[in-house]
């Protein structure tokens, strides 16, 4: 399987994946690794009809996407791996998937969150997650567009939650 882009956005598919994201990446599959959306069957359909036209589109979980990307059926795809958060892309990771890079575009405010940029908010799972991705050699890109500039998270996680 060829990676062609990760990404937590946990709006998952919408305008900028649609328009943006999935051309930049020049995949043949959007495969969106959450537990939750795994269990959820309405949300399931709709991002499916959500997708770019032509472009398929699998919601797994951690276990099947880590199943799914050392089935040799599926070496030759190209994809895009959507996430709602960065603890499952810890767990992908770690199950041996070899990520390269991870573009960080919308994690919205809410309650036990606090805002680093315009579009992400973190707690304190997430900010260990970043952290921990980075220890595993992650490169990682905030950035909400692709002609926004790539920001260090690490460095607006440190500004505002204090050093590791």
């Not at 994946?17 to 990446?25: A, G, I, L, P, Q």
């Not at 707690?123 to 950035?143: I, P, S, W």
């Amino acid at each position: 399987m060829i990676i062609t882009l990760a990404r937590v956005d946990d709006r998952l598919i919408h305008g900028q994946v649609t328009t943006v994201w999935s051309k930049e990446s020049n995949a043949d599959r959007i495969i969106i690794v959450s537990s939750e959306v795994y269990k959820d069957d309405i949300r399931k359909t709709l991002l499916k009809q959500a997708a770019p036209p032509g472009m398929k589109v699998n919601i797994v979980d951690v276990p099947k996407a880590i199943a799914v990307y050392n089935n040799p059926k599926y070496s030759k795809d190209k994809v895009f791996y959507l996430f709602t958060n960065p603890s499952e892309v810890v767990d992908l990771v770690k199950g041996g998937i070899p990520l390269k890079k991870l573009n960080i575009g919308g994690m919205q405010f809410k309650q036990g969150k606090t805002q680093i940029s315009k579009a992400v908010s973190l707690n304190a799972e997430d900010v260990a997650a970043f952290r921990e991705l980075d220890r595993l050699g992650v490169k990682l890109d905030l950035r909400v567009v692709k002609t926004d500039p790539s920001t260090d998270i690490l460095a607006k996680i440190d500004e505002t939650f204090g050093k590791d």
